[in-house]
């Protein structure tokens, strides 16, 4: 089976600060794993992916993320935060059932604040 | 490209009677899509998985006969939410998976369901 632990519920930095939000997973296979970025009453937009290969993603919107396997981790980050990256933030994983065309497991979420 | 869009994208309906959500992808073909649900200010929760042609394969604990799902085409999905109690007021999201990047999956806007 496959789980995703998100970090913080919410995190708050400044305008131009670096943004770092934390994602643990496990899973009985190699992970796919992937961040969402949900605005209010809206649907998801998917900002990376890793599946394999390089470790170091980088997504939309300068964020990236880096897989750690050692660590399990996937976090994501983004140099210098905007006032228009508040949003929710999710960690996903793909479920694996063998049948080759699984949904996703998410995280409980990540509010990301940006104070002026 | 990879466009899902979502119809309604609000509905409020009295209790005991059934809502059909639709899940379009328009600018793909999806044999597979995937239905969402996600309370407030919680993570989201995959409910099945829509398969085209053939039956929707439910998550532990979704009851099936409540959350009808039909994937009558490679372009649309419909959940179906049977004699609909207040408790089933919820963010309903659905993804579709493109045939050529089976990796990821397009979510669609979401649809907010209120039961009264």
């Known amino acids: 089976a496959q789980s995703v632990t998100q970090l913080g519920s919410h995190v708050s930095v400044s305008e131009g600060a670096l943004v770092l939000l934390r994602c643990n997973y496990s899973s009985s296979v190699p992970p796919y794993l992937f961040w969402y970025v949900q605005y209010p009453n809206q649907g998801l937009q998917l900002l990376l992916k890793y599946t394999t290969g390089a470790t170091l993603v980088k997504g939309i919107n300068g964020f990236e993320a880096e897989f750690k396997k050692s660590e399990t981790s996937f976090h994501l980050t983004k140099p210098s935060a905007h006032m228009s990256d508040a949003a929710e933030y999710f960690c996903a994983v793909r479920k694996y059932s063998g049948g080759g065309a699984d949904g996703l497991t998410f995280g409980k979420g990540t509010h990301l604040i940006i104070q002026p | 490209g990879a466009v899902v869009s979502q119809h309604p994208s609000r509905v409020i309906c009295k209790s005991g009677t059934s809502v059909k959500i639709e899940c379009r992808s328009l600018d793909f073909q999806a044999t597979t899509m995937f239905w969402y649900r996600q309370f407030p200010k919680k993570s989201l929760m995959l409910m099945a998985t829509?398969?085209?042609?053939?039956?929707?394969?439910?998550e532990q604990g979704v009851e099936k006969d409540k959350f009808l799902i039909n994937h009558a085409s490679l372009t649309l999905s419909t959940l179906t939410v049977t004699s609909a109690h207040p408790e089933d007021s919820s963010f309903y999201i659905c993804?579709?998976?493109?045939?050529?990047?089976?990796?990821?999956?397009?979510f669609g806007p979401g649809t907010r369901l209120t039961v009264t």
């Open positions: 829509s398969n085209e042609g053939s039956k929707a394969t439910y």
């Open positions: 993804s579709a998976r493109d045939l050529r990047q089976p990796y990821e999956q397009y």
